[in-house]
């Protein structure tokens, strides 16, 4: 069974920091892109970023640019994110997701078909 | 950027009922980037449609996605209790990579 299982969330002060893992079993995890996505409380999904299979291709919503950074490491089968200088508005369900990306030059297709349940990070003094 | 609405936001329907609603994009996008996505509360989303039209594995069949250029449509045909949740489309562009709709929440009438 292809299962994502995301964990290191909990309660951090303003400022502080946190890293979440992704840890991924059921498929060979160094073959797909991976992403996080996150949610606030009562509200909907926010992707947040993307890395490639070798880690070399990285992207960021502007919204934790600067200040979050992923990484993966595929020997262990895992997908991380540092998240540093956090605020209050980063409070939310972090998922990790994977990515298939796949087509032709007539049509190419985009969209995170498994999905961890989440770990919560909530920033608060 | 891409901004993508989804109406209604609130249905209100009785098991049996058919279900449709709808994702607009700001502009034309390609049918390939456009995914739906199934929420129920305290779980992980869990995608339901890909390329506007094509099924993820294990869906079943009553749901049906449609649609081109800047206008999708999600279609439940018969609604079963598990099918209350609140739906979500999603669009990949280059900027940022990927964006979701606000959400259609589907209750119980």
């Known amino acids: 069974e292809m299962q994502l299982v995301e964990s290191g969330g909990g309660l951090v002060q303003p400022g502080g920091s946190l890293r979440l893992s992704c840890a991924a079993s059921?498929?060979?995890?160094?073959?797909?892109?991976m992403n996080w996505v996150r949610q606030a409380p009562g509200k909907g999904l926010e992707w947040i970023s993307y890395?490639?299979?070798?880690?070399?291709?990285?992207y960021y919503a502007d919204s934790v640019k600067g200040r979050f950074s992923i990484s993966r490491d595929n020997a262990k089968n895992s997908l991380f994110l540092q998240m540093n200088s956090l605020r209050a508005e980063d409070t939310a369900v972090y998922y990790c997701?994977?990515?298939?990306?796949?087509?032709?030059?007539?049509?190419?297709?985009?969209?995170?078909?498994?999905w961890g349940k989440g770990t919560t990070v909530t920033v608060s003094s | 950027e891409i901004v993508l609405t989804q109406s209604p936001g609130t249905l209100s329907l009785s098991p049996g009922e058919r279900a449709t609603f709808s994702c607009r994009a700001s502009?034309?996008?390609?049918?390939?980037?456009l995914a739906w996505y199934q929420q129920k509360p305290g779980q992980a989303p869990r995608l339901l449609i890909y390329?506007?039209?094509s099924r993820a594995t294990g869906i079943p069949d009553r749901f049906s996605g449609s649609g081109s250029g800047t206008d999708f449509t999600l279609t439940i045909s018969r609604l079963e209790p598990e099918d209350f949740a609140v739906y979500y489309c999603?669009?990949?562009?280059?900027?940022?990579?990927?964006?979701f709709g606000p959400g259609t929440n589907v209750d119980i009438k």
């Open positions: 390329g506007a039209s």
């Open positions: 997701a994977r990515e298939r990306s796949y087509g032709s030059t007539a049509l190419f297709y985009y969209y995170m078909d498994v």
């Open positions: 502009q034309s996008v390609s049918s390939g980037s």
């Open positions: 059921g498929f060979t995890f160094s073959s797909y892109e």
């Open positions: 890395i490639d299979t070798r880690g070399m291709g990285i």
């Open positions: 999603q669009h990949y562009g280059p900027s940022p990579l990927f964006t």
